[in-house]
């Protein structure tokens, strides 16, 4: 059976018999896709073409001058080091880099040294995770730079990443926190349908937007997933709660998670939408944390480390073991809270003899 196409996608044959991609919404423009249909960075260039989401500014540059930060940059981009990085990644490097450029694109990247580097990231200590994800974009650069031979020496070499503050993280959602949503967002809601996809697949927003009927096969989504860019497929049984809301909708043709005019969503303009139906909700959270609740259910229910990896998509057992062992410990706590509440018969039978005494 073909997988169904997004709706305006349309496909061409050149002149020199090459089957090309393109997106055609009415009234627009048509947009180039490029990669191989049905992968996931074919799909995202799709949702961003179906968007109406401007091109980033890094589409409409001159060329840079020989030299330059954003020269290097350009010659990056050009590279395996850089196409083997998940979609995301390049997203968010690439939002990263718009700003570089602007302020220090024309300058010689041969100027930047450690202290450049340190003095960018203090500049965002304000928030550590942007300057752990600045970092991370200097080092896949640079890294890349000297094995290139464009650069001598690694200025992002020994620069250590600001420390995390006590408790950052992605606050985990609870059951009261899906009660309140569920009760401000009834089934037949696209709202509705956005938590459930999250709650009952458990998956990472860039995939969650991606996945829609073409995926299901007899009752089970099948899916690879973006952060392992293609390797790793995890398999989802539907479940019955889930097939009730899918069937009511409102869903995408190409993603269950749409729009409110069935648009498919980019997994950034997703997180803002699902965070503003969120606080409607009362619900000052993300939607990273409601995948920690989905594992921590499983886990409590008895889920093994291979079973959360299979169903998360995880790697390596560690992330799978902080989930199980927290289910295991609440489990030995109240399976042994009971030896609490009596003592060996022979330990304190002298003082309870003694205070009847008294009473007497």
């Not at 490029?34 to 996931?40: A, D, I, L, Q, V």
């Not at 074919?42 to 030299?67: C, I, N, T, W, Y």
Request: with cysteine.
């Amino acid at each position: 059976m073909p997988r169904p196409r997004a709706q305006y996608l349309h496909r061409f044959k050149t002149r020199h018999g090459k089957f090309v991609w393109y997106v055609r919404p009415p009234g627009h423009q048509r947009v180039r896709i490029r990669g191989e249909f049905g992968t996931p960075e074919f799909d995202d260039q799709v949702r961003v073409a179906l968007s109406g989401e401007p091109a980033p500014d890094r589409m409409r540059r001159q060329k840079a001058l020989s030299g330059t930060v954003e020269w290097l940059w350009e010659r990056y981009r050009d590279s395996t080091a850089w196409t083997t990085l998940s979609p995301a990644t390049r997203r968010q490097r690439e939002n990263i880099m718009d700003g570089v450029n602007k302020a220090i694109g024309q300058k010689p990247f041969v100027k930047i040294n450690r202290a450049s580097i340190v003095a960018s990231r203090d500049s965002r200590a304000a928030t550590p995770a942007q300057a752990r994800n600045f970092l991370d974009c200097m080092r896949g650069l640079f890294r890349w730079a000297l094995d290139a031979q464009h650069v001598k020496i690694d200025p992002t070499a020994g620069v250590k990443n600001p420390s995390r503050p006590p408790g950052e993280g992605f606050p985990v959602w609870t059951e009261d926190d899906v009660e309140r949503y569920h009760e401000k967002w009834r089934v037949g809601t696209k709202e509705r349908v956005w938590l459930d996809i999250l709650l009952y697949t458990g998956l990472r927003r860039g995939d969650a937007v991606r996945i829609g009927r073409q995926h299901v096969r007899d009752g089970v989504a099948s899916i690879k997933t973006e952060k392992s860019q293609g390797e790793i497929d995890v398999h989802i049984p539907i479940l019955p709660v889930l097939a009730v809301t899918l069937a009511a909708g409102p869903t995408g043709d190409m993603a269950f998670i749409c729009g409110d005019r069935g648009e498919p969503l980019t997994k950034e303009s997703f997180g803002n939408m699902f965070r503003a139906a969120c606080r409607k909700a009362g619900v000052n959270k993300s939607a990273h944390g409601v995948r920690k609740i989905a594992a921590t259910t499983a886990a409590n229910n008895g889920a093994t480390v291979a079973q959360l990896e299979a169903i998360f998509g995880w790697q390596g057992g560690q992330m799978a073991a902080l989930y199980t062992r927290a289910a295991n410990r609440r489990r030995l706590a109240l399976e042994a809270m009971h030896l609490l509440g009596g003592r060996p018969e022979s330990v304190g039978t002298a003082p309870e003899k003694a205070l009847s005494d008294q009473k007497g």
